[in-house]
């Protein structure tokens, strides 16, 4: 026996498995895939992958199943990822680049990348200490109602409406845009909240030249910032094709429920996609008891990251039972896109 053919034979089993949902057999295998040697030399070289780990008979039924280990050489087996077809690479980039804003790319991206792999897609926000300020703008809806822009230096635009206890003028909210601008852009987010502790304490006012505004516009606009301040120190993803699972109850016997708990606390998968160190292709995989949790034993992540300097990752979270070769070369693509899109805008 060679290691490439048993190498074959895993890759057969693992491809009908994923297509099928049942035990392969040797029989099957040869029928199905041009190896050139009969079922019985098929037969003993499974009983061979079995006794390595790689392969676990379920029940009592002839055909043979991949274990995680058989997942993970069948994934490291993969020299180089097959490239998305340019009418695939084309609807990417007309679904996309539609986007207005980073919050509303993340949005699309998830839909997609879920329609992609029938899986549930993951877009997680840039890390929290990268994110600053970069922008502010006051839009004077009336006397007593301000629309307040924030932009960050991520792209993501957060419009806040304040609603004022008294009246304020386009000469207040300009001279306190000017403030804001010279104390807050270019700061983290994380500092937000001490420099507008200081400002208060220090009852900074602009000079006579930059005019002057009321201590209740000063408070209202303080409380949105700390608001908005607070949200962005959250570490979160975005999700779509979360209905996606219910499809794969069959393979979540057990599971199904502590994984939709995970998805929806998001911790541990921020903790797991903080984890994964990128490989081939820039894309990161970990087979279900190397997500080193116990509720996705039976589950597989596969990552790609968009943003190198904050190592934020695009990924999808789905059963062992997946078809990795193609969600590898969809989630590395759309990874790829999304990092391009910000880096031009």
């Known amino acids: 026996m060679t290691e490439p053919r048993r190498m074959e034979i895993l890759r057969a089993i693992v491809e009908d498995y994923v297509h099928t949902r049942e035990p392969?057999?040797?029989?099957?295998?040869?029928?199905?895939?041009?190896?050139?040697?009969?079922?019985?030399?098929?037969?003993?070289?499974?009983?061979?992958?079995?006794?390595?780990?790689?392969?676990?008979?379920?029940?009592?039924?002839?055909?043979?199943?991949?274990?995680?280990?058989?997942?993970?050489?069948?994934?490291?087996?993969?020299?180089?990822?097959?490239?998305?077809?340019?009418?695939?690479?084309?609807?990417?980039?007309?679904?996309?680049?539609?986007?207005?804003d980073v919050d509303d790319l993340m949005a699309r991206t998830v839909r997609l990348l879920a329609q992609l792999t029938n899986q549930v897609a993951i877009f997680q926000y840039p890390h929290r200490t990268l994110l600053a300020l970069k922008h502010i703008e006051f839009v004077l809806v009336s006397p007593e109602r301000v629309l307040m822009v924030l932009i960050s230096t991520n792209g993501v635009v957060d419009q806040r409406l304040i609603t004022l206890e008294g009246a304020t003028s386009e000469s207040e909210l300009s001279a306190l845009k000017l403030l804001l601008l010279e104390e807050l852009a270019g700061e983290s987010v994380d500092n937000l909240g001490s420099i507008l502790d200081r400002l208060r304490a220090e009852s900074r006012k602009p000079t006579a030249a930059e005019g002057d505004y009321s201590e209740t516009l000063e408070s209202a606009v303080f409380a949105e910032l700390?608001?908005?301040?607070?949200?962005?120190?959250?570490?979160?993803?975005?999700?779509?094709?979360?209905?996606?699972?219910?499809?794969?109850?069959?393979?979540?016997?057990?599971?199904?429920?502590?994984?939709?708990?995970?998805?929806?606390?998001?911790?541990?998968?921020?903790?797991?996609?903080?984890?994964?160190?990128?490989?081939?292709?820039?894309?990161?995989?970990?087979?279900?008891?190397?997500?080193?949790?116990?509720?996705?034993?039976?589950?597989?992540?596969?990552?790609?990251?968009?943003?190198?300097?904050?190592?934020?990752?695009?990924?999808?979270?789905?059963?062992?039972?997946?078809?990795?070769?193609?969600?590898?070369?969809?989630?590395?693509?759309?990874?790829?896109?999304?990092?391009?899109?910000?880096?031009?805008?």
């Open 24 to 100: 392969v057999g040797s029989k099957a295998i040869a029928e199905r895939h041009d190896l050139g040697v009969s079922s019985a030399t098929i037969r003993n070289d499974m009983a061979l992958l079995e006794e390595e780990g790689l392969l676990t008979a379920p029940h009592t039924s002839a055909g043979r199943i991949p274990t995680v280990k058989g997942y993970r050489a069948f994934v490291d087996q993969i020299a180089h990822i097959k490239p998305l077809s340019t009418p695939e690479r084309r609807a990417i980039e007309h679904f996309l680049e539609r986007s207005d």
């Open 226 to 345: 700390r608001q908005f301040a607070h949200a962005k120190r959250q570490d979160k993803i975005v999700l779509a094709g979360t209905a996606n699972l219910a499809k794969s109850t069959t393979d979540f016997p057990l599971t199904i429920g502590p994984v939709l708990e995970a998805l929806e606390e998001q911790v541990v998968i921020l903790q797991l996609l903080s984890s994964m160190e990128l490989h081939q292709d820039q894309v990161s995989v970990r087979i279900g008891s190397e997500t080193s949790y116990e509720p996705l034993s039976e589950a597989s992540v596969i990552a790609g990251q968009y943003d190198s300097s904050s190592g934020s990752k695009i990924g999808i979270l789905g059963p062992t039972r997946m078809d990795y070769a193609s969600s590898m070369s969809a989630v590395g693509a759309v990874a790829r896109y999304v990092s391009r899109f910000l880096a031009d805008n």
